[in-house]
T-cell receptor, first 115, second 111 residues
């Protein structure tokens, strides 16, 4: 089965512009998690979508938003870009290991650079 | 608040054993996970401890002690390809897999 796919791989935007990032979860998986990883730091939870609805969001301003489509793919929008939004944005599905542990399966990410 | 602390960097020699520690402050969680991330790549799942004790997966083992608010990842027979950053993360009881992550430990392996 195909893994989590994200596009584009790299995105360069100017401060004040809007960025749109896309994610397709593992086929048949209804949940999508978005995380932000600033350079050299851990991951920060952004948004969780399930069955087309936003279920929870992390401690980010409203200019970070998104949606989930009927096919469970998802879009993350960042409006009024600021320099500190430069980061790796990761999308994930939930998986289950052979030992029964639930884990996150990440896409390769979108590297957003704001100049 | 909830937080996890890891050393920022650990250096070890190829073939040796290394332990990466993770101490945490959290009100409650389902389990402690470990992920590996190579430079420029995505985090990949390594191990999970729901209960206290040791979980072994090949060369990698992970340990959890809830009474000590402490866990670690043990890597044996180190290979150059193990050079990466390692993250611990917890799944809080009041969340639905919105993990809280440590800042990561960069493992440098020398020949």
């Amino acid at each position: 089965e195909a893994g989590v796919t994200q596009s584009p791989t790299h995105l360069i935007k100017t401060r004040g512009q809007q960025a749109t990032l896309r994610c397709s979860p593992i086929s048949g998986h209804t949940s999508v998690y978005w995380y932000q990883q600033a350079l050299g730091l851990g991951l920060q939870f952004l948004l969780w979508y399930d069955e087309g609805e936003e279920r929870n969001r992390g401690n980010f301003p409203p200019r970070f938003s998104g949606r989930q489509f009927p096919n469970y793919s998802s879009e993350l929008n960042v409006n009024a870009l600021e320099l500190e939004d430069s980061a790796l944005y990761l999308c994930a599905s939930r998986g289950v290991s052979p030992t029964g542990a639930t884990f996150l399966l990440f896409g390769s990410g979108t590297r957003l650079t704001v100049v | 608040g909830q937080s996890l602390e890891q050393p920022s960097e650990v250096t070890a020699v190829e073939g040796a054993i290394v332990q990466i520690n993770c101490t945490y402050q959290t009100s409650g969680f389902y389990g402690l996970s470990w992920y590996q991330q190579h430079d420029g790549g995505a985090p990949t799942f390594l191990s999970y401890n729901a209960l206290d004790g040791l979980e072994e997966t090949g060369r990698f083992s992970s340990f959890l002690s809830r009474s000590d608010s402490y866990g670690y990842l043990l890597l044996q027979e180190l290979q150059m390809k193990d050079s990466a950053s390692y993250f611990c993360a917890v799944n809080p009881l009041d969340s639905n897999y919105q993990l809280i992550w440590g800042a990561g430990t960069k493992l440098i392996i020398k020949p």
